[in-house]
């Protein structure tokens, strides 16, 4: 089983940044799939969801209007689309995959809004 992140890096305030997890050996259409984050002397936190065929998708409310969730079945990958950033978005974002009692982690991706 592997979640692969990318796509983090250094952004400054206002800009965009889009997060990719390509998934591999489980069946990822089973699977909810979310992004967490965490921040330095933080907790680890709820992003945005998304259910297995797509059909339910939530998020933080620190991120509302912000950040898009969105996943390909086809490509076994989920993206989360970061627009307006703010420098309190800085965190290492990982990916998350749920079923059943199956519960896997990305190595995670950075991410840094600062000018």
């Known amino acids: 089983v592997q979640l692969v992140e990318s796509g983090g890096g250094l952004v400054q305030p206002g800009g965009s940044l889009r997060l990719s997890c390509a998934a591999s050996?489980?069946?990822?259409?089973?699977?909810?799939m979310s992004w967490y984050r965490q921040a330095p002397g933080k907790e680890r936190e709820l992003v945005a969801s998304?259910?297995?065929?797509?059909?339910?998708?939530n998020y933080a409310d620190s991120v509302k209007g912000r950040f898009t969730i969105s996943r390909d079945n086809a490509k076994n990958t989920v993206y989360l689309q970061m627009n307006s950033l703010k420098p309190e978005d800085t965190a290492v974002y990982y990916c998350?995959?749920?079923?059943?009692?199956?519960?896997?982690w990305g190595q995670g991706t950075q991410v840094t809004v600062s000018s």
């Open positions: 998350n995959a749920r079923y059943s009692w199956n519960d896997y």
């Open positions: 050996g489980f069946t990822f259409s089973r699977y909810g």
């Open positions: 998304i259910t297995s065929a797509g059909g339910s998708i």
